[in-house]
């Protein structure tokens, strides 16, 4: 293989297949979560508007297909379900359309992966099979990952469009669509998404070998299930543990491995029902301190109650979650918590992290991030109640005790989140400018020392005389020729290039005390000159892109993708309070916004046009929530013109023109005056405060405070409005026409 091409090279066809493979995968799963907003009311089963009932009669599930002929006469004959029919098709078919395109790329999808599985086997692609691949890292990730991002693709599907709406999308479909596609096409679909009986509403009624039995609807080759669960189990698939180096941090270095597993083993239930030893053996490695994971992009479970059916998943992880442990772990993070708060509090403080510290502290100051986000991210996943409820009583306990330990409430946690992203920004826009300027800064320190080394060297030769320096041939040579060492060096071979700057640094300490140049100030100073100099030129090479990856990788947020709903509230809370704070939370979107790597990743690496349309998602779906924490600013900016109006209107008259000098302290109203003024200054404030917050690049949507202001006003002062009518134009049915009640 020694002449093959790069597994993601462009020519290295088998390589290019499986990334387009798993760049379409993230692409129809961002699909999928955008049109999960836009299910039309009617095929809602919780829907009460009277005008969307009527057209119910109209929707059926897969029984229509028992007999098709009697549902198609019962509308024939009736004019009125005709007409209801006719513009139910004119209204929805586009939409249909599109959700059906939609649920046929996730069939599509797992064929195609079959088709290249084949296609491996068969010696298709040269030089290249199964086994060939999963040697190769990027072989292996991408393997891996096109399993995972299939069972990913039904989870969500399960999840955003229930069981009885995908059956009436379907029907409905297919009855307007006049199914001018294959209908082979259209009974695979059918086969994959019917109905599996599992309902969101009710997520503790769980229908029996569910979901496994659906996972199981299309064959994957054992083999390759094999040999992905194998690779997740047993390999650094993603080369994390480099990143993470302490033992306890093992758990959150395998976290997306551990995520990808958890999706896997539902296409194998033999190992979660009945292989104790595995089970045993994937918890201890993956899960020893945690049970509730994020499986993509904020979609959350809890282990505890989705392994509650098989019976070895179940006994290993009851080991993790006994009552003592459980009561350590929490304290644990109590103490983690606190240090974590103390430390970043105090970097924080002005001129605490500048240039100099980043680059003499760099791996410090990872280490307090890296700390900071294990933390968080075991507080928000672990304390947070699930977006759909919680669904076992046992994960209901085990939450309720660790609240119970920690005694920290949202807003605590919300408060490290804050600390933590406004440090990381602060020592990312650092670190960016340093790698900016690192090659002038050290042609400056270089050129620097340099000069000092020839100036030392003309002063022992005689030539130039330093005030009482006696002339020393042998000085002035080894000062001529480490200054010419000096000169050559070049920022190329970093290693190298640090050993030699090493042993420069030690030269100079050894001719200062071998030939007790202490004694004299000027040289003294000028030979720590020297060192501090090259000192800086080790420090500078050290500022390398893989450190600005590193910090991007531990600050990762994708977790909290869905459940930073939880803390919206207090967000705004927090706003109302101090209304500068929007500048800390300005940090807080901006590492949200990182988590649009996760999904973008395998799209940007193969090129694919979707990356616009899923970025465009991601951005929006971001946007929209900072819209909606920020709405509170233009809220209560109202609300004090509420306050100031009412004083204007009721409490403070008008002035006469002319008036008695004894009645003009009464007339005066000093209070009210003075609360209008401070109301007034109120409404500065907040405007200031969102103004604070400097132009933004949330994903690929720029956000301009000044306008972010300008549309929450807008907002506000169309909801005022709309309120005012909706009080005010109230007609009564008993007044006689012409008569109104104004």
């Known amino acids: 293989h020694a002449n093959m091409p790069e597994f993601l090279a462009n020519n290295n066809s088998c390589g290019q297949c499986v990334l387009n493979l798993v760049a379409r995968g993230n ?103 199964l086994e060939t691949v999963f040697s190769d890292e990027d072989g292996k990730q991408l393997l891996c990952e096109a399993l995972y991002l299939y069972g990913v693709m039904l989870l969500v599907v399960e999840r955003e469009f229930d069981g009885n709406i995908r059956e009436k999308i379907l029907v409905s479909y297919y009855r307007y669509s006049g199914k001018a596609h294959g209908d082979s096409q259209f009974d695979d679909v059918c086969k994959l998404l019917r109905s599996t009986g599992y309902c969101n509403s009710t997520p503790s009624k769980r229908p029996a070998n569910y979901p496994e039995e659906y996972f199981g609807r299309v064959k994957i080759h054992a083999d390759y299930i094999d040999m992905v669960i194998g690779r997740l189990r047993s390999d650094d698939v993603y080369n994390q543990v480099a990143t993470y180096p302490l033992p306890e941090q093992r758990s959150i270095a395998l976290a997306t491995q551990a995520s990808m597993l958890y999706v896997c083993l539902y296409f194998c239930p033999s190992v979660l029902m009945a292989q104790p030893v595995k089970m045993r053996e994937m918890v201890d490695k993956y899960f020893p301190d945690n049970w509730v994971i994020n499986i993509y992009m904020g979609y959350i479970v809890n282990l505890l109650d989705m392994w509650e059916p098989y019976k070895a998943a179940k006994q290993a992880l009851s080991n993790i979650v006994q009552h003592q442990a459980v009561k350590q772990l929490a304290l644990a993070y109590k103490e983690k918590f606190a240090n974590c708060t103390g430390k970043c509090a105090k970097l924080l403080q002005k001129g605490s992290v500048d240039e100099e510290t980043v680059l003499s502290q760099s791996n410090k100051l990872i280490g ?26 046992k994960s209901k306990q085990i939450r309720e005790q660790i609240m119970s330990e920690l005694q920290l409430g949202p807003v605590q946690v919300l408060d490290l989140l804050l600390k933590t992203a406004e440090l990381e920004l602060k020592i990312k826009e650092i670190f960016k400018q340093l790698l900016k300027d690192r090659d002038l800064k050290w042609s400056t320190c270089k050129s620097e020392c340099y000069n000092y080394l020839i100036e030392l060297s003309e002063a022992f030769s005689g030539t130039k005389p330093l005030t009482r320096v006696q002339k020393n041939d042998t000085l002035e040579k080894w000062f001529r020729e480490i200054s010419a060492i000096v000169g050559q060096l070049e920022c190329q ?67 909290a993708w869905e459940w930073s709903d939880h803390y919206t509230v207090h967000m705004q809370e927090m706003v109302r309070a101090d209304p500068y704070i929007v500048s800390q939370l300005r940090a807080s979107f901006i590492k949200l916004s990182s988590a649009l790597d996760l999904p973008l990743l395998r799209i940007n690496q193969a090129h694919s046009p979707d990356m616009v349309s899923v970025s465009q998602y991601y951005s929006n779906e971001l946007v929209s929530y900072v819209h909606k924490v920020l709405q509170v600013i233009p809220a209560s900016m109202f609300s004090l013109m509420e306050d100031i109006i009412s004083l204007q209107t009721h409490k403070i008259t008008e002035l006469p023109t002319r008036l008695d000098k004894d009645k003009l302290k009464d007339l005066a109203l000093l209070e009210e005056r003075y609360q209008v003024a401070k109301l007034t200054h109120g409404v500065s404030v907040f405007t200031e405060g969102i103004l604070s917050m400097k132009t933004t690049l949330v994903g690929i949507v720029r956000m301009d405070p000044k306008q972010l202001l300008e549309n929450g006003i807008r907002k506000e002062l169309v909801k005022q409005i709309s309120h005012c009518l909706n009080v005010t134009l109230v007609f009564s049915i008993k007044n006689k026409p012409r008569e109104y009640p104004f």
């Open 493 to 559: 071979d970093l290693g190298e290039l640090g050993r030699k700057l090493v042993q420069l640094i030690q030269a100079l300490e050894e001719v200062q005390e071998f030939h007790q140049l202490e004694s004299n100030v000027q040289v003294k100073q000028f030979l720590q000159e020297c060192q501090g100099y090259l000192h800086q030129m080790l420090r500078i090479i050290n500022v390398r892109e893989e450190t600005l990856i590193q910090l991007h990788i531990i600050s990762d947020l994708s977790y």
């Open 368 to 393: 307090v991030l890296r700390e900071c986000n294990i933390t968080l991210r075991w507080l928000v996943l672990h304390t947070g109640i699930p977006i759909k409820g919680e669904v076992g009583k």
């Open 27 to 129: 692409a129809i799963i961002a699909e999928l979560k955008r049109l999960a907003d836009f299910i039309p009311a009617i095929f809602r089963p919780d829907c009460k508007d009277e005008g969307v009932i009527k057209y119910g009669i109209l929707l059926c599930d897969f029984t229509y297909f028992k007999s098709p002929e009697l549902f198609e006469s019962k509308i024939e004959n009736n004019n009125v379900l005709q007409d209801l029919d006719d513009e139910l098709k004119d209204n929805h078919l586009s939409i249909l359309t599109r959700f059906y395109l939609a649920f046929e790329s996730v069939h599509k999808y797992v064929l195609d992966l079959l088709r290249y599985l084949d296609d491996l086997g068969e010696g298709i692609f040269i030089q290249q099979n």
